[in-house]
């Protein structure tokens, strides 16, 4: 008896799955469409995530943004309503007191000025900055370079312009650097031009910003030590949700407010915000594989559905296979080749199909992100096809093997 | 003895019992070429698959080449039947998406003769069987004759000491029934092979030495037919 995998039994299989070519089609398109809609599916999904992540690009993901606002509680003798506002000195104690910050910048803004040069003008908002604030949104220098700690410090008369108001100061293009463009009464000279355009940033749109230094915007605008917000950013490994205890503290303190009272310290994480689109994708990638493999099952169910009434069909067929020398287990894994081929073939071309239309998508999409399922994507995808090929062929191949030599005699 | 055949009873029971069977006895020598014949229903299918293993009986004992039959495995049973038997049916049983050489070369498969020899085995019989510009054609692309010759030539391809045929001139016409009938006379003479015949057609029952007549699931009588007078029609004629 023989019980090798060769070249003839591929034949055999082969020539069962060719003889009715329609059936097949049709059974083998349930698998071919369950394996098309995973994988269409699962990039697809990657890719969206992609393109929504791309809102938040070049911004440090644990970061916190501090805002004074008016208290809202009575405390050690002094009303509710009191109106009070961060400082300089805010930021040293910061600095000093909680060493798992990694940068403490603030911003000093001014908004309402108009832009001048050459008879161009913009509306820009006037974002003072310290030097350290890269590390908070990171810029995309195209020209120059970025707000220095010795801008800050000389209170150098310097700028870093934003896109938009690039594009509408300096219509002509090419390295501002080193120009002049007044603002209101002063001169700022251009040290660098940033490109980034996340619509995720503080105080505005970056492509609409002005970055100066804020020792010089403070002076401009008589502004003391106080400051707008303060970002603060973690080491790694530090959360953020768990600082602002810590923050409130020092602040209530040194500020005289209730440490209980919320409001009168907004802190706005962005831990949360990234954890509100990370849990909409795990629901919608959960989504996905739902239908995905609810997809795959029902096409695995149809194999064995068709497979069972071929099995019935052509049980004079294994009749004489028996009669003439087949023993049940030549006949069990006949069928169960059957039923792994045909979702193998049917499977695989799912496969390329969907590798294909995710190429056409993001070719679509202009390449901002990426469509394409990994190649272990498609490797796990083939390896769950054969288990479910087997499984399909399962209930008809024990079918099969009940099929007695004599059932060949009595035919049709 | 080749065959042995003692007190054999098969009940078929779906629903209600049917008692086909009722003590067969019955010796067979190697060589021998026997017909059995009997009106329809009377048995004579249910004993042939009893001879082939292809259907267990429920009482008595049937020894093939002296080894009991009873209770084989299925590889057992599925041995004896690829390596001693070859079967001869009235409606051909060739499978259909399969040409007529491939539809040969089927048992050598499940012996796990390779591809080549088998290939060559399979087209010596259709050669000898007259067919071999038959050999890549279909079942369906051929006349009843042609295709019962397609199965002899399955049948014998294991080398078989025993041919089993239940009307295998069933489907075909005079003339081809009488080429047909030759053919298998021939294996009987020339190459020694027991052929037991099942059939209906007195003509075709005359081709054997021994004619054994079955009524109601008993062995009514066993004829020596060596002269070869039992048709009316005839020695070499087979009257439809
Ligand atoms: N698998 C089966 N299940 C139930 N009854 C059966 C089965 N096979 C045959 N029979 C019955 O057994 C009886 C004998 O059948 P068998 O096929 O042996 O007759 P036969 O002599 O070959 O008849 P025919 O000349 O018509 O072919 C018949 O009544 C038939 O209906
Ligand atoms: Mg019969």
Same mark, same amino acid.
């Given at each position: 008896m023989r019980h090798r995998f060769d070249f003839d039994t591929l034949r055999e299989i082969g020539d069962s799955l060719f003889r009715n070519k329609r059936r097949t089609l049709l059974t083998g398109f349930g698998i071919f469409w369950g394996l098309f809609m995973l994988l269409f599916l699962i990039g697809g999904g990657q890719g969206l995530k992609q393109m929504l992540s791309k809102n938040f690009e070049g911004f440090a993901t644990n970061t916190m943004v501090m805002v004074s606002a008016n208290t809202s509680m009575p405390y050690k003798g002094m009303k509710e309503g009191r109106y009070w506002s961060l400082t300089q000195r805010d930021v040293e104690r910061l600095? &000093? /007191?909680?060493?798992? !910050?990694? +940068? @403490? =910048?603030?911003?000093?803004?001014?908004?309402?000025?108009?832009?001048?040069?050459?008879?161009?003008?913009?509306s820009p908002s006037i974002k003072g900055i310290a030097g350290d604030y890269h590390k908070v949104?990171?810029?995309?220098?195209?020209?120059?370079?970025?707000?220095?700690?010795?801008?800050?410090?000389?209170?150098?008369?310097?700028?870093?312009?934003?896109?938009?108001?690039?594009?509408?100061?300096?219509?002509?293009?090419?390295?501002?650097?080193?120009?002049?463009?007044?603002?209101?009464?002063?001169?700022?000279?251009?040290?660098?031009?940033?490109?980034?355009?996340?619509?995720?940033?503080?105080?505005?749109?970056?492509?609409? &910003? /002005?970055?100066?230094? !804020?020792? +010089? @915007? =403070?002076?401009?605008?008589?502004?003391?030590?106080?400051?707008?917000?303060i970002c603060v950013t973690g080491k790694p490994g530090v959360k953020m949700s768990q600082m602002e205890d810590k923050i409130r503290s020092i602040m209530s303190r040194e500020h005289i407010f209730d440490p209980t009272d919320e409001q009168a310290l907004l802190l706005l994480n962005t831990e949360q915000i990234f954890s509100i689109v990370d849990n909409l994708f795990r629901g919608v990638n959960f989504l996905i594989?739902?239908?995905?493999?609810?997809?795959?099952?029902?096409?695995?169910?149809?194999?064995?559905?068709?497979?069972?009434?071929?099995?019935?069909?052509r049980t004079v067929e294994i009749g004489i296979r028996r009669a003439i020398g087949a023993v049940p287990r030549d006949i069990l894994s006949q069928i169960i080749w059957e039923s792994v081929t045909l979702t193998?073939?049917?499977?695989?071309?799912?496969?390329?199909?969907?590798v294909l239309i995710l190429n056409v998508v993001e070719a679509i999409a202009k390449h901002q992100a990426v469509f394409q399922i990994s190649f272990w994507t498609a490797i796990l995808a083939a390896l769950l096809l054969s288990v479910l090929g087997v499984l399909a062929g399962l209930a008809p191949a024990l079918r099969a093997m009940k099929v007695k030599p004599v059932d060949a005699m009595r035919d049709e | 003895m080749l065959i042995e055949l003692k007190g054999v009873h098969k009940t078929y029971d779906n629903?209600?019992?049917?008692?086909?069977?009722?003590?067969?006895?019955?010796?067979?020598?190697?060589?021998?070429?026997?017909?059995?014949?009997?009106?329809?229903?009377?048995?004579?299918?249910?004993?042939?698959?009893?001879?082939?293993?292809?259907?267990?009986?429920?009482?008595?004992?049937?020894?093939?080449?002296?080894?009991?039959?009873?209770?084989?495995?299925?590889?057992?049973?599925?041995?004896?039947?690829?390596?001693?038997?070859?079967?001869?049916?009235?409606?051909?049983?060739?499978?259909?998406?399969?040409?007529?050489?491939?539809?040969v070369e089927l048992p050598l498969f499940y012996q796990g003769v390779n591809r080549h020899r088998r290939h060559e085995a399979a087209m010596a019989y259709l050669e000898k069987m007259g067919l071999t510009g038959w050999a890549s054609h279909y079942p369906n692309e051929m006349s009843g004759g042609q295709k019962q010759r397609v199965a002899i030539a399955r049948a014998l391809i294991t080398h078989p000491e025993i041919i089993l045929a239940d009307e295998p001139t069933g489907a075909l016409d005079s003339k081809t029934s009488v080429?047909?009938?030759?053919?298998?006379?021939?294996?009987?003479?020339?190459?020694?092979?027991?052929?037991?015949?099942?059939?209906?057609?007195s003509g075709v029952a005359n081709c054997a030495d021994k004619i054994v007549h079955i009524k109601d699931g008993l062995i009514e009588r066993?004829?020596?037919?060596?002269q070869h007078h039992s048709s009316m029609f005839g020695t070499d004629t087979i009257m439809k």
């Open positions: 600095k &000093a /007191l909680v060493p798992e !910050f990694d +940068v @403490v =910048a603030p911003i000093v803004s001014n908004w309402g000025q108009t832009a001048y040069y050459k008879g161009n003008t913009a949104e990171a810029p995309i220098i195209k020209y120059g370079r970025m707000i220095s700690d010795a801008d800050v410090e000389q209170e150098r008369k310097v700028c870093v312009v934003g896109k938009r108001i690039y594009n509408d100061l300096f219509p002509q293009g090419g390295d501002p650097c080193g120009e002049y463009i007044q603002v209101g009464s002063v001169f700022l000279q251009v040290i660098g031009v940033d490109y980034s355009t996340g619509n995720i940033s503080i105080n505005g749109s970056s492509a609409d &910003a /002005l970055l100066v230094p !804020f020792s +010089v @915007v =403070a002076k401009l605008y008589q502004r003391g030590d106080k400051v707008d917000l594989w739902l239908v995905g493999i609810g997809t795959l099952l029902a096409g695995a169910v149809g194999v064995s559905n068709i497979m069972m009434v071929t099995v019935r069909e193998l073939a049917a499977g695989s071309a799912g496969i390329v199909f969907s | 629903g209600q019992p049917l008692h086909v069977l009722k003590g067969i006895d019955l010796e067979i020598e190697k060589g021998e070429f026997v017909s059995i014949m009997g009106a329809s229903g009377s048995g004579k299918s249910t004993l042939l698959n009893i001879l082939g293993i292809l259907d267990n009986y429920d009482e008595g004992e049937y020894h093939l080449a002296g080894k009991l039959i009873k209770n084989l495995s299925e590889r057992e049973s599925a041995t004896y039947r690829n390596q001693m038997i070859g079967f001869v049916f009235q409606s051909f049983n060739l499978i259909g998406f399969k040409t007529a050489v491939e539809n080429e047909v009938m030759e053919l298998l006379t021939r294996l009987n003479r020339e190459d020694g092979v027991t052929i037991i015949v099942v059939t209906h057609e066993i004829e020596d037919n060596r």
